[in-house]
């Protein structure tokens, strides 16, 4: 696991790696990047996704994955 602990915590626990998750629990920062296609597949009714093997996906509520959009259920922005 990698994460970025806020610097002032760390010095309050000596031994961090025993100690991680009281470092956790005082707060961290997480970074978010919206993947391309993204906005296409939640408008479709899909959830976005990453596999390492293929990169962007497209979780769709019937249990179906897409590489890009929910199939029959895309709803066109004019």
Not at 45 to 72: E, L, P, Q, V
């Amino acid at each position: 696991m990698v994460t970025t602990v806020i610097h002032e915590h760390i010095d309050r626990f000596p031994n961090l790696s025993a100690e991680i998750w009281e470092v956790l629990k005082l707060g961290f920062e997480l970074e978010w990047r919206s993947m391309d296609d993204c906005d296409k597949c939640e408008k479709s009714g899909g959830r976005c996704g990453h596999n390492s093997a293929t990169g962007f996906i497209c979780f769709c509520f019937d249990g179906t994955t897409n590489k890009d959009y929910c199939k029959g259920t895309f709803v066109s922005i004019l």
